[in-house]
C-alpha cells in the first residue's frame, strides 16, 4: 500500500512527467477556461494563454516546454495559417490584391519606421539590434482568426486584405531575418540570392500547379472514402510547411500556400471544411495558445526598472504602429470604423514570427536578456488587445452583415428558407444533397428536406420503412457538414402529386429535382413528372443534371433570356447562385441583355453580393443553343427558363431537357424555373385542381393490365 502512494506521489510532482496525465491537464484546460471566461465577457483565447502562463515553467511550473507541447505548438499554428488560406475567399482576393498589397505595405513600413528610432535613440541599442527589433514589431500572427471565423465573417473584405497582408509582411520580415543572419555570418553574397530565389520559385510551382492537380485526381477516384480526405489534406499541409523550410522561409508561409493551392476543392459548407475546422479548433489551436502562454515570464516585470520599460516601450509601438497602418487603410479605402478595428485586432497579435526573429537574434548575441522578456510580455499583451479589439468588431459586422435584405421570407424573426429535394433515384442523391448544402442559407432554421415518395400499393409500407432506412446515410452526409437534413417518407399514387403536396405541406420555397428520366409510354400519356410539379406548384425549381463533383468546376455560366429580371424569384435563383460560386471560389458570367445587366448589378450592391461576375450581351434567344461554342468542359451551364404564362417565357425553351442534354450532354447543367407569384397568390390558380380522378384512373389502368398480363401468362403456360 506504501508503494502505490509513493507511485502516486511520484506521477503528481512537478513537473508532470506522466503524457496521459499531461494531455489529461490540457484537454482540461481547453474545455474549462472559454466556458468560465465567457461568464466574464472575455474572449476564450485569452484564457487559454492565461492559462499557459500559469501552468508553464514561469508559472505554477505544472509543464514544461519540451518536444510534445513543441510539437503540438507547432501543429496548431501550422493550422491556423492553414485555415487562414483556406477560408480566405480568393475571388475576393484577386480583386482586392492591390488592397493587400497597400496594407502589407503600411503594416510593415509604419511598424518599422516608428520601431527604429524608438529602439536606436530612446532605449539606445545599435544599428543591428535596433533594425532586428524594430522589424519584429512588423510581423503579426493571426491568434484572433478562430473568432473571425467562428461568427462567420470570415469573407469579408477587411479580413482578405489583412490576411494577404499579413502573409506579405511575415514573409518580408523572415526573409530580412534571413538576410540579416547571412549577412551576420559573412555569408550574403549572390550565391545566397540565387539560391533562394530558385528554392522560392520550385517551391510555388509545386504547391500551385502539382499539388492541386493531384487533389483534384484524389478527390475524383476516392470520392466516397471521406476520412481518406482529410488525411490526405493534413498531409499537404505537412509536406508544404517542410518545402517552405527546405525553401528557406518559415513553414507557416508553407501552412498558408497550401490553405491557398486547395482552397477551390474544399467548400466553406462542406463537410471536409467542418471536420478540418472542428479539430483545429478543439485540439490542435487551443495547444498552440497554451503554449504562448506558457513562453511568458510574469517575473520579468519585478527584475528591474530596465526590463519593464523596455517591455512598457516594445508593447506600446507595437500597438500604435499596427493601429497607424490600419487607419491610413481605412482612410484610403473608405472602410468603416468596424472593418478598420478588426484589421487592428487581426493584426496586432504578435506570437509565433516575432518569437522566431527575436529567439534567432538573441542566439546570435545581437539582442540582449531585456529584448527577448520584453518581447514574451509583448506577446501576452498584443494577443489579450487583438483578441478584445477583433471580437467586438466582428460581432459588429456580423450583426450588420445579417440586417441586409437577400429577398428571404421572415416568420418570427427568423428565415424561413425551406429546401425540399425529392429523390426517385437513390444513386444521384449525394451530388444533389452536396448542392442543396451549398445553397441553404445558414441563418435559416429549417432542415434539408429529403422526400421519398412511395407507391399506394399493398407493398407500400414495407417500401416505406426500406426507403428510410437507405435515406438515413445521406442524413449523416448532411449533419457532417453541420446542416440539418429531415427525411420525409409518403405514399401517394403518382410521384409528382406527392412532391406538389409535400411542399405545399412544409411550405418549400426552393424544389430541387434530379435530371428527368424518360421511360414507358403510361409516363408519356400522363405527362412527365417534372411537367406535372411545374404546372402545380409555384416554387422556385432547380432541374439538376451534376456530371462531376461540383469543386471540379471551373465557371458558372447562366443564360437568362429577356425579361427574367421580373420574375418574382429573381433574386433567390441569383442570390443562390452567388453563393454557389463563393463556396466554389469561381466566377460566374451571365448571358443576357442591357435590362437584366442593371438588374443583377442592383440586387449585387444591395445584397451585398461577393460573388466575381462578368456579363456578355447576348440576344440570338431564337437559337440559344449557339451557347454551346462559348461553354467549356468544366463549366457548370444554368439556363434560366420560365412556366408558361410567366413574363419571360419563351416558345422556344420548350422542351428543354431533351434539348440541354443533346447540345450540352458533357456539362454539368441547372435548369431553373424562378416562382412567379407573390407567395400569397400561389397556386391560386390551380385551387380548383385536384390529381385524385386522374390518380384514381392510373391505378385503375395499372390494375387492369396486370390482370391482363396475369390471364395471356396462364394461357402460354396451358
Known amino acids: 500500500m506504501t508503494d502505490f502512494f509513493k ?79 483556406l477560408e480566405l475567399d480568393m ?41 532586428l527589433t524594430a522589424s519584429m514589431f512588423a510581423t503579426h500572427t493571426l491568434v484572433a482568426y478562430p473568432i473571425v471565423s467562428k461568427l462567420g465573417v470570415s469573407k469579408n473584405q477587411a479580413v482578405a486584405i489583412t490576411v494577404g497582408g499579413t502573409i506579405l509582411t511575415d514573409t518580408a520580415v523572415l526573409i530580412i531575418l534571413a538576410v540579416i543572419m547571412s549577412n551576420s555570418q559573412g555569408n550574403l553574397n549572390q550565391e545566397f540570392w540565387i539560391r533562394l530565389g530558385i528554392s522560392l520559385a520550385i517551391f510555388s510551382a509545386i504547391m500551385f500547379f502539382i499539388i492541386p492537380k493531384i487533389a483534384k485526381w484524389f478527390f475524383r477516384k476516392l470520392e466516397s472514402e471521406k476520412h481518406s480526405h482529410y488525411i490526405f489534406v493534413l498531409a499537404v499541409v505537412f509536406f508544404a510547411a517542410f518545402l517552405a523550410e527546405v525553401a528557406g522561409v518559415e513553414p507557416i508561409i508553407g501552412a498558408f500556400v497550401a490553405g491557398l493551392a486547395l482552397n477551390k476543392l474544399i467548400p466553406h459548407s462542406s463537410a471536409l471544411m467542418n471536420r478540418i475546422e472542428f479539430i483545429g479548433n478543439s485540439l490542435f489551436i487551443p495547444f498552440f495558445l497554451i503554449s504562448v502562454g506558457m513562453l511568458v515570464d510574469v517575473s520579468v516585470i519585478l527584475s528591474g526598472p530596465m526590463a519593464l520599460i523596455v517591455a512598457a516601450t516594445l508593447s506600446v509601438v507595437a500597438l500604435f504602429g499596427k493601429w497607424f497602418a490600419a487607419l491610413f487603410t481605412q482612410l484610403i479605402f473608405k472602410y468603416s470604423k468596424a472593418q478598420r478595428q478588426l484589421i487592428f485586432g487581426l493584426s496586432s497579435a504578435h506570437a509565433a514570427a516575432t518569437l522566431a526573429v527575436i529567439l534567432v537574434g538573441y542566439k546570435a548575441e545581437i539582442l540582449d536578456e531585456n529584448i527577448l522578456n520584453g518581447t514574451i510580455i509583448l506577446i501576452l499583451v498584443t494577443c489579450i488587445v487583438a483578441s478584445f479589439a477583433t471580437e467586438k468588431a466582428a460581432k459588429k459586422i456580423a450583426i450588420e452583415s445579417q440586417d441586409d435584405t437577400d429577398g428571404l421570407i421572415k416568420a418570427n424573426g427568423v428565415y424561413s428558407e425551406h429546401i425540399l429535394l425529392p429523390i426517385q433515384n437513390v444513386s444521384n442523391i449525394e451530388k444533389l444533397l452536396e448542392l442543396a448544402i451549398f445553397i ?28 428510410r432506412n437507405m435515406l438515413e446515410e445521406f442524413v449523416k452526409q448532411a449533419s457532417a457538414s453541420e446542416t440539418k437534413a429531415n427525411i420525409i417518407t409518403t405514399i401517394d399514387h403518382n410521384a409528382a402529386s406527392g412532391i406538389v403536396r409535400i411542399s405545399r ?128 468542359q468544366e463549366d457548370l451551364f444554368v439556363l434560366v427558363s420560365a412556366r408558361k404564362g410567366a413574363t419571360s417565357y419563351l416558345g ?45 384512373g392510373i391505378e385503375a389502368v395499372q390494375k387492369i393490365s396486370k390482370g391482363i398480363g396475369s390471364i395471356l401468362k396462364r394461357k402460354t403456360n396451358e
Open 7 to 85: 507511485h502516486l506521489i511520484h506521477e503528481f510532482e512537478l513537473p508532470l512527467g506522466n503524457p496521459v496525465l499531461i494531455f489529461s491537464l490540457i484537454l482540461l484546460i481547453i474545455l474549462l477556461s472559454p466556458i468560465l471566461l465567457k461568464r466574464l465577457n472575455i474572449p476564450g483565447i485569452i484564457g487559454l494563454i492565461i492559462a499557459g502562463v500559469a501552468i508553464g515553467p514561469h508559472g505554477f511550473n505544472i509543464l514544461e516546454k519540451n518536444s510534445a507541447v513543441d510539437l503540438f505548438s507547432t501543429i496548431g499554428l501550422l493550422y491556423i495559417m492553414f485555415i487562414a488560406g
Open 505 to 632: 405541406e412544409i411550405m418549400a420555397n426552393i424544389i430541387v429535382l434530379g435530371w428527368p428520366q424518360r421511360t414507358g409510354f403510361i409516363d408519356k400519356l400522363i405527362g412527365e413528372k417534372v411537367d406535372s410539379i411545374l404546372s402545380n406548384t409555384d416554387k422556385t425549381t432547380f432541374i439538376c443534371s451534376l456530371e462531376k463533383p461540383l469543386v471540379l468546376h471551373k465557371r458558372i455560366v447562366i443564360a437568362a433570356p429577356p425579361l427574367t429580371e421580373h420574375e418574382n424569384g429573381f433574386a433567390l435563383w441569383l442570390t443562390k447562385m452567388a453563393k454557389l460560386a463563393q463556396e466554389l471560389s469561381i466566377p460566374i458570367r451571365i448571358y443576357c441583355n442591357e435590362a437584366t445587366e442593371k438588374a443583377v448589378e442592383k440586387l449585387f450592391k444591395k445584397a451585398k453580393l461577393t460573388a466575381s461576375y462578368s456579363v456578355v450581351f447576348f440576344s440570338e434567344w431564337e437559337d440559344f443553343l449557339v451557347l454551346s461554342r462559348n461553354i467549356h
Open 440 to 467: 441553404k442559407d445558414n441563418r435559416s432554421a429549417n432542415p434539408v428536406s429529403i422526400l421519398s415518395v412511395v407507391s399506394n400499393n399493398n407493398e407500400a409500407e414495407i417500401n416505406i420503412l426500406k426507403t
Open 91 to 131: 475571388n475576393e482576393f484577386k480583386t482586392n490584391r492591390n488592397k493587400s498589397l497597400l496594407f502589407g505595405f503600411f503594416t510593415f513600413i509604419i511598424p518599422l519606421g516608428i520601431g527604429f528610432p524608438v529602439c536606436f535613440y530612446f532605449l539606445e541599442y545599435d544599428f543591428n539590434a535596433s533594425f
Open 652 to 696: 422556344i425553351l420548350d422542351n428543354l431537357p431533351v434539348k440541354l442534354e443533346k447540345h450540352f450532354a458533357a456539362n454539368s447543367r441547372i435548369l431553373i424555373y424562378p416562382q412567379q407569384y407573390a407567395d400569397n397568390m400561389t397556386n391560386e390558380k390551380y385551387s380548383d385542381f385536384s390529381g385524385e380522378p386522374l390518380n384514381k
